[in-house]
């Protein structure tokens, strides 16, 4: 009974929408030295969907800029940085939004991916808006624990799945 | 095992870090996944008798996943009559069980295995299956990045087995040994990162020590050594190894090392 009352909810709040990720801003962490960094560049620049890749080597930070038109699913991008040995410690993502109304729990799908708002300040949305990724792998672990919290408000929020993120407006 | 985590402990406690590719030893770190590694080592030691020991020690390094790296390296040493030859080859084995990172820091700890081949004559106790022993050695290492400084520690277990063909291991002779290591790693230059073309210098010092099982024999060595990383992909390392104290037989403990690596990124899809 509450399986056929939530499924018509979930559909109300889910949106298909035109919301494409054009850039990220990846911090990593675990690592120091530049030969480091230079795995981790050379893991993202391997990304097709990638364009090209700046770095601050100093904050071990990259910065993606993705092809257009491009379906992008963030879970690749955090792969690619385990793959060379390291982990994400911050990852924000830029969406381009069309009238996109936030309230916390509310959801939108682009590329397959469903994009959930939490802890979030209602607004509409139009333009290039950062986004922070909070699913765990997308933080620091000692961040993750802090946002443990929100699990009581976001029950989905402790659910880890490469088709489903957790998104914060900055 | 619970005087290594102990060990450890105090290490992390006491908040001293630097880089982590050190020299004579392997961090618990993994090579990039998907990469190929070209190392040659060329170790120039000393025998106590004056002669000149030239041993060259090419070696092929594949990262298959962010746990497993693996090795193969081939022996070659002119320590035995007859000049240069090919003394035989290891395979090596290293599997990342632990990794908890954070902003320019990390602590790992990883489990490895080597398997080795060697048909030279058995010349010393000491066991050393990289380049003089036929035979296995198994171990933990951990490693602890704090910013530019990096600490690494291992304890293994090693066992000789005969020298095929010709040299088996002298029965009266203890043919087991634990190792143990301990590496800190300095990142000196660049002081602030630009870009990847900048020549890192890194400084080490390393104390590697032996005890034999079935005797209690043991040694201790240090090994200080720079390091320049170039283009942020290849490295030359310089370093020196001298015995601090020795209760065994040792041919040729002290000497230099010269090492030269480069990294293939993304060989493999």
Known sequence: MNKILIFPVLLLLTFAANAQITKAELTATGLTCSMCSKATYKQLTSIPEVEKVETELNKTAFILYFKKGSAINVGVLKKKVEDAGFSVGELLVVFNFENQQVVNNNSFIQDNIKYTFIDATPAILTGEVKVQILDKGFITDKEYKKQQKLVKQFPGYASVNNNLYHIKTL | ?269
Request: aromatic share 14%.
């Open chain 2, 1 to 269: 095992m619970k005087i290594f985590f102990c060990v450890f402990a105090v290490l992390i406690s006491a908040r001293i870090s630097a880089q982590e590719l050190f020299v004579f030893t392997e961090p618990a770190s993994n090579m990039p996944s998907r990469s190929l590694g070209v190392r040659d080592m060329n170790a120039f030691m000393f025998e106590k008798n004056g002669k000149l020991n030239y041993h060259n020690m090419p070696e092929l390094m594949w990262g298959i996943n962010k746990k497993w790296m693996v090795h193969m390296q081939g022996f070659i040493s002119n320590r035995q009559e007859g000049g240069l030859n090919v003394e035989g080859g290891s395979f090596y084995a290293k599997y990342r069980f632990l990794s908890n990172d954070d902003i320019q820091r990390h602590f790992r700890l990883a489990a490895y295995g080597r398997f080795s081949l060697n048909k030279a004559d058995i010349h010393q106790q000491e066991i050393e299956t990289m380049g003089h022993n036929t035979g296995y050695e198994l171990g933990v290492i951990g490693t602890q990045l704090l910013h530019k400084l990096a600490l690494s520690s291992s304890l293994s277990y090693e066992r000789a087995l005969d020298n095929n063909p010709g040299y088996e291991f002298p029965p009266t002779e203890s043919n087991s040994a634990a190792n143990y290591t301990f590496s800190v790693g300095r990142l000196m230059y660049p002081k602030s990162y630009t870009n990847f073309k900048q020549t890192n210098v890194n400084l080490m010092v390393e104390f590697l020590g032996q005890r034999l099982n079935a005797n209690g024999k043991s040694f201790l060595d240090i090994a200080p050594s720079v390091q320049f990383i170039i283009n942020s992909q290849a490295r030359i390392d310089i370093g020196y190894r001298q015995e601090l104290y020795s209760t065994m037989k040792r041919t040729a403990p002290n000497g230099f090392i010269l090492k030269l690596e480069y990294t293939f990124f993304n060989v493999f899809k």
